[in-house]
């Protein structure tokens, strides 16, 4: 049974930082591009981040670029997400996503069940 399972949300202060983690079964842990999506109250769910698999080279949508990293440890099945810089407007629901493609799709084989972040200004 496949099951990613997320931590580290909570509440923090605009400037302030955050780490994500993902612990995940899905098989081959490196067979899977994994990724971020996070989803705002109203809003569509959107993509924050990828890495992809072995080689491990990451995409990140424009929002966060430059202050959120992606990294994952094979050895661990385990991947994080280092949001530092954050703002109010990245107050979201985040989401693990496996997809058993080369690269993180928008319809990713499997989900996480959510933490959330929430940024006060």
């Known amino acids: 049974q496949v099951q990613l399972v997320e931590s580290g949300g909570g509440l923090v202060q605009a400037g302030g930082s955050l780490r994500l983690s993902c612990a995940a079964s899905?098989?081959?842990?490196?067979?899977?591009?994994m990724g971020w999506f996070r989803q705002a109250p109203g809003k569509e769910r959107e993509f924050v981040a990828e890495i992809r698999r072995s080689i491990g080279s990451t995409t990140y949508a424009d929002s966060v670029k430059g202050r959120f990293t992606i990294s994952r440890d094979n050895a661990k099945n385990t991947i994080d997400l280092q949001m530092n810089r954050l703002k109010p407007e990245d107050t979201a629901v985040y989401y693990c996503a496996a997809d058993n493609r080369l690269f993180m799709s928008m319809n990713p084989d499997y989900w996480g069940q959510g933490t959330q972040v929430t940024v006060s200004s």
């Open positions: 899905v098989g081959t842990f490196s067979r899977y591009a």
